[in-house]
């Protein structure tokens, strides 16, 4: 990743003062079943200017759809190569979904489009000294590009949950993060809400990022602020806090949830 960092999670996919940058096209170069529940696709095409704010920055991906025509659904920059003109996804693979559903079929030479530049991207703040990232199997593709992005002296720790042991990844970065693994069992999420809450309260300034259902990740959110941590809004003062960046990465039952879902309305 070679483009302007900011910080943030607030991106919406759309260009400046409102207006939406063009789509692009891509071909799909490869495949790689990286687990056995996460598809990487490398896609290459004409992304001279495209940009992305930084690791874990979100993008839109439209794909054939049999249902609609067209799904137009949220993925994340896995890696991006502005001079070869690359870019890499990475699916989850879960039960059902149209972008699932192309995933699981898609081979070389097929293509797809992507909004005119990716955002949400996540940097921590100057004197964050930790960064605890929690997230399902689907948010694994940022989680794993934050982590690998965080410097050397950060406490960079990530929770994730999978729904097959086989899906872990390994994860390594200048600020060698450690990532905790959990197994899904029961509802999706639930064991994400359990190890949260079996952990001491931070003591030193953090930010914690939340990626996961939506359900989950408010009853996360709800019991961190709780315990006296804020969200990250762009105006909180930094110093000494545990800031929340949380976001659904899906909701149950709901086919394309909303990418502004971050539990504020509850
Ligand atoms: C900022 C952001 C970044 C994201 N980045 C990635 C990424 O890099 N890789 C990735 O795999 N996903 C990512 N997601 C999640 C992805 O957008 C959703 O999982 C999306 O719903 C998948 O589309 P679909 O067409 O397969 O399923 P949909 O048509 O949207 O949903 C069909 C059914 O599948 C269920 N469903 C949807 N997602 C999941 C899931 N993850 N697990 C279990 N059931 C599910 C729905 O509840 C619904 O019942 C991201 C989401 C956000 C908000």
């Not at 609609?68 to 890499?88: I, K, N, Q, S």
């Amino acid at each position: 990743m070679t483009t302007p960092q900011t910080t943030g999670r607030t991106g919406d996919g759309r260009g400046g003062r409102g207006g939406r940058l063009p789509r692009r096209r891509l071909t799909v170069a490869d495949v790689t079943r990286v687990t056995p529940h996460l598809l990487r696709v490398r896609a290459e095409g004409d992304l001279a200017g495209w940009t992305a704010d930084g690791p874990g920055s979100h993008l839109k991906v439209f794909v054939p759809s049999t249902d609609t025509g067209t799904a137009m659904r949220t993925y994340t920059v896995r890696r991006f190569d502005p001079d070869r003109g690359e870019l890499t996804l990475e699916f989850g693979i879960h039960a059902d979904g149209s972008a699932t559903r192309w995933a699981s079929a898609a081979a070389p030479g097929d293509t797809l489009e992507i909004s005119g530049q990716a955002r949400g991207g996540f940097v921590p703040r100057s004197g964050t000294s930790r960064v605890l990232l929690i997230g399902d199997h689907c948010a694994l593709p940022a989680m794993a590009s934050i982590l690998e992005s965080l410097p050397a002296g950060i406490r960079a720790e990530a929770v994730v949950e999978v729904t097959d042991p086989d899906d872990r990844i390994e994860v390594s970065g200048p600020a060698q993060p450690t990532v905790t693994w959990v197994t899904e069992s029961g509802r999706p999420g639930g064991q994400l809400m359990t190890a949260v809450a079996s952990m001491p309260y931070p003591q030193e300034p953090t930010e914690v990022w939340v990626g996961c259902e939506a359900g989950v990740m408010r009853e996360i959110r709800r019991h961190l602020l709780a315990q006296g941590a804020r969200t990250a809004r762009s105006d909180s003062p930094s110093p000494g806090a545990v800031l929340l960046h949380t976001r659904a990465y899906w909701k149950l039952n709901t086919a394309n949830h909303s990418d502004h879902d971050t539990g504020d309305d509850d």
